[in-house]
């Protein structure tokens, strides 16, 4: 018998998908784990489920208590399906360029929602400040505190990266992907490191994020903005601090779109924005490897939850980002 507890039993132990048209342009094994499997659909349920249960251990979530976090989205969809689960309740701050679906699903799962003006980090009223006051204010309430909070890049060590590392075989030559809080890329690199020294590992950036800058030449400095949510960032927070990080790469949004055009009509993989962005970087870092190197990226979430912008062609082409390939 192969029974899950449940939600919270069923969270992780994705599989990892070699990206076929991509790995046979490059010459490299490109593989994507595939987080979008997950039981609440994203990457996030595992960073979820360890800042919940962390905050368990520690006597800090009591029986009837809340969940307040400030989200882009995922780790709001992913903390909410485990409230249920547990029976907690859980207020949500998401900024309202954020996407209708995302919005609308968290409604449905029975969150408290509250959009807000998208605000820069400096601001007061940024939605990750906004939710931490939210739930000072609040009786028998947590913070998640995504950015900052460690049990969020724990999941990706203890789960994530040992998963990866069984199901390659230990046969990984580098790993690369973007970073929202940092959660999936500094848990993951920290124990691939850990383990082999000699495993690349690569921050992929989008436009509008000083990640990249940061990396290449020591200042967080940002050119140019993205369509993508979730990722990107303009400060190294308390997840990434720490992390091996031995490059870095760029991908713009036509580059990341036509690479989810490419796994839609050539793998039949139906993905979101940040996952064109983590793709989008493999790509170029097999093209700087050289053919032959196993490299692994993220599958983050689904298409599903952009359906009305990355896979709007009126949308698109507003944007002027209609792809070649669409
Ligand atoms: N992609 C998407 C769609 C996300 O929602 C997130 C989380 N904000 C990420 C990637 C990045 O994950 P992490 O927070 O672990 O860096």
Redesign the pocket.
């Known amino acids: 018998m192969d029974i899950k507890g449940g939600f919270v039993g069923a969270v992780g132990n994705t599989p990892l998908i070699r990206l076929n048209s991509l790995s046979d342009e490059t010459g490299c094994e490109i593989l994507g784990k595939a987080e979008f499997l997950n039981p609440g659909g ?3 349920d595992r ?1 979820a489920l360890y800042i919940i249960e962390d905050a368990e251990r520690r006597g800090l979530l009591k029986p009837g208590g809340t969940v307040v976090e400030g ?5 709001g969809i992913g903390l909410t399906h485990i409230c249920n689960a547990k029976g907690y309740k859980c207020v949500i701050i998401i900024p309202e360029t954020q996407s209708q679906e995302k919005i609308d699903l968290l409604r449905t799962l029975g969150a408290e929602v509250r959009p807000v003006p998208a605000v820069p980090y400096r601001d007061p009223n940024n939605y990750v400040k906004l939710s931490g006051r939210t739930a000072d204010e609040m009786e028998n309430a947590i913070w998640a505190n ?1 950015f900052e909070n460690l049990a ?1 890049r724990q999941a ?1 060590y203890e789960m994530t990266g040992p998963e990866i590392w069984a199901q390659t075989d230990g046969k990984i030559d580098a790993w690369v ?9 500094a848990g993951v690199s920290m124990f691939l490191k850990e383990t082999n020294p000699n495993v690349k590992c690569v921050v992929a950036d989008p436009m509008g994020s000083g990640l990249y800058h940061y990396f290449k030449h020591g200042e967080v400095k940002s050119e140019g903005n993205s369509v993508t ?3 990107g960032n303009g400060r190294i927070t308390g ?1 990434m601090e720490g992390a091996p990080v031995d490059d870095a790469i760029q991908v713009d949004d036509p580059f990341a779109l036509k690479m989810i055009y490419q796994m839609l009509k050539q793998d039949g993989l139906f993905m ?4 064109g962005i983590n793709v989008g970087a493999a790509v170029k870092l097999a093209q700087q490897m050289g053919p032959g190197q196993t490299i692994v990226t ?1 599958l ?2 689904g298409g599903a939850r952009y359906q009305s912008k990355l896979f709007n062609p009126a949308w698109l082409e507003q944007k002027g980002l209609l792809p070649e390939n669409f």
């Open positions: 994203s990457v996030k960073a989200t882009a989205g995922n780790t995504q969020n990706h992907a973007a970073t929202g809080t940092g959660g999936t890329y949510e979730g990722i997840n979101g924005g940040s996952v993220v983050c979430d």
